[in-house]
């Protein structure tokens, strides 16, 4: 079985496109018909994310954490514990392509690093803020980003590395550090396409929107 391990903070303007991109990935004709499980786990939502999950075919758990460290290590333990050899992550606000399972599982590899692509950037983010982004971002095979957004790990290597750690921010760098220091084969791979989300509201701080932020502070 094979598990996709989605947070959700918040994000009912968003999540129904997330779980709709995520349902076409478990189907493909690529995964020879392995079953796949997806999980949504809520942390601390106040708005109307819990309905939204509640009307797909998904898994959920409620937890009041605002950690997503916290989150990810609880939706992990809850895919692994249900037999899932593969813990695909993304976010909420992020759609996965119809073969993202495929080409991560395709790679071979202990885990995958995938890339993003950027959504439609916000009217509030200047031309000037998207040309620095597109000169710092390395698009293609061989990069050395990590986005819990298109991260992918296999279940003995992720039990190898201790998990995801309880980190308000920055849990899937520290997972594939520790998967590097365990001497796990990782994938740093553009083939895996998530296209997320350009806001500036961060849901974690530190995370990737404060990332786009600061780009636009230095204009």
Known sequence: MIGILIPVHNEETLLADCLDAALIA???P???GEPVQILV???SCSD????IAQAYPVQRLELQARNVGQVRGAG????LNQGARWIACTDADSRVAPDWLVAQL???SDAVCGTV???????GFDPAAQIRYHQGYEARDGHRHIHGANLGVSAGAYIRAGGFEPLACHEDVQLVRNLERCGASIAWSHGPQVVTSARLEARAEGGFGDYLKSLLQAS
């Open 48 to 51: 109307g994310s819990a309905a």
């Open 117 to 123: 692509t950027v959504d439609a950037w916000s009217e």
């Open 30 to 32: 690529g995964l020879l």
């Open 76 to 79: 992990a333990r809850h895919l």
């Open 41 to 43: 786990v809520l942390d």
């Open 106 to 108: 395709a790679l071979g």
């Open 26 to 28: 478990a189907r493909h």
